[in-house]
């Protein structure tokens, strides 16, 4: 099963590098009939993202995990306000890899899948989500699954405050965690701005599960800053994060008073009309 599950994302990975690099996609040559295109840049029921990047480490939640230099290519759909998202994980230098953590090293280790629903309720804008993480040859991270509540809202211009709330459902069930914090994104021309803030907070059953800690409370403070240049179909984003541990608990555990990053990507947008 897993042998298989590993070949059907390699092709998924081999899919997304080709959709984004293939630029002889157009309204002319896909075609529902000799009048009816797929393809449309307006009236899109459709949504489809892929993208290819770089990552200079490997941080979910502001915890570094120990590899450097990773792509998490992805494959994302949506229609109306139901998603599907579909990522992996490539390590570029495998032999890299922390022994203690691998038990057999190796470029593609993770494979997650996601699927959920937006919506909002006059000026608040929610997103309802689950989670499966899929870890291969990584005998320490046992493969999980997550329900996730993300709610947003408005407060003064281009600034708008947001909650992420999150609990495990399957190896570390109960295990809580909460980012909350502020957005601004700005639009000029083509490019978008965005900058964040936020705190993450951790309940004792996630302290125990990713720091080895005995308490619950605030772990870090955030931030980051992205760029994107839109090129037609195409963009390109630049992303920059630091984050600081805020207990000396986490600083013992892992060594570290902060984490940084920095990724490159490159993305394209596809939109389809869906014939009913």
């Known amino acids: 099963m897993k042998i298989k599950l590993i070949s059907i994302t390699i092709k998924f990975i081999t ?27 307006s009236a899109a029921l459709l949504e489809v993202t892929v993208e290819i990047n770089y990552l200079k480490s490997y941080l979910w939640r502001s915890i570094s995990f120990g590899s450097n230099d990773v792509a998490q290519p992805f494959i994302s759909l949506s229609y109306k306000n139901v998603f599907v998202n579909l990522a992996s994980n490539i390590n570029y230098i495998p032999k890299n890899l922390p022994k203690e953590q691998y038990s057999k090293k190796v470029a593609y280790d993770e494979q997650d899948f996601e699927v959920g629903f937006t919506g909002n309720i006059k000026k608040l804008d929610f997103e309802v989500k689950a989670d499966a993480y899929i870890y291969f040859f990584q005998p320490v991270s046992p493969s999980t699954a997550e329900l996730n509540l993300k709610l947003s809202h408005p407060i003064y211009k281009n600034i708008s405050a947001f909650s992420e709330n999150v609990i495990d459902i399957a190896a570390y ?7 909350s914090g502020l957005n601004w994104n700005y639009t000029k021309a083509n490019t978008d701005f965005g900058l964040q803030t936020s705190l993450g907070f951790g309940n004792k059953k996630f302290n125990e599960a990713y720091f080895g800690g005995e308490t619950n409370g605030l ?53 389809f009309k869906v014939k009913k």
């Not at 997304?16 to 690099?21: A, Q, R, S, W, Y």
């Not at 069930?173 to 980012?179: C, D, H, T």
């Not at 772990?219 to 963009?235: D, H, V």
């Open 15 to 41: 899919i997304v590098i080709f959709l984004l690099l293939n630029n002889n996609t157009n309204a002319q040559n896909i075609e529902v009939n000799k009048t009816d295109s797929i393809l449309v840049e």
């Open 173 to 179: 069930s109960g295990s809580y965690f909460n980012n």
């Open 219 to 271: 772990f870090y403070w955030g931030s980051k800053a992205e760029i994107t240049q839109n090129l037609k179909s195409y963009y390109v984003k630049i992303m920059g994060e630091y984050n600081l541990y805020a207990k000396n608990e986490t600083r013992t555990i892992t060594e570290k008073n902060n984490t940084t990053n920095f990724s490159f990507s490159l993305g394209r947008n596809f939109r």
